[in-house]
Nanobody, 123 residues
């Protein structure tokens, strides 16, 4: 399973970005998808996840109400729409896929990872 994240960039505080994660090499509709982020000097942290069928979504408290995860099981792609960005959101964002895990918030639950895309929010 290969994941390719894209859509990062530089944005001013208060702005928006949409990240994409294209998945190949597996049956996309069977995988729960997650987004994590890692800021310089910090551990990788959970941002959001969506169930395989798309019916359930989960968010960290820090992004709830500002970020939205979605997926297109025809295009084999998951999206992360980010609004009201702040400098604290600056990080490398990673998408991840998991078929059999039990804790969507944990990095060790995801065997497949994309390469990361940089999001920088200027103040």
């Amino acid at each position: 399973v290969q994941l390719q994240a894209s859509g990062g960039g530089l944005v001013q505080a208060g702005g928006s970005l949409r990240l994409s994660c294209a998945v190949s090499g597996g049956t996309f509709s069977r995988y729960r998808m997650g987004w994590f982020r890692q800021a310089p000097g910090k551990e990788r942290e959970f941002v959001t996840a969506i169930s395989a069928g798309g019916g359930s979504a989960y968010y960290s408290d820090s992004v709830k109400g500002r970020f939205t995860i979605s997926r297109d099981n025809v295009k084999n792609t998951t999206y992360l729409q980010m609004h009201s960005l702040s400098p604290e959101d600056t990080a490398v964002y990673y998408c991840a896929a998991n078929r059999y895990g039990s804790d969507y918030r944990k990095t060790y639950d995801y065997p497949y990872w994309g390469q990361g895309t940089q999001v920088t929010v200027s103040s």
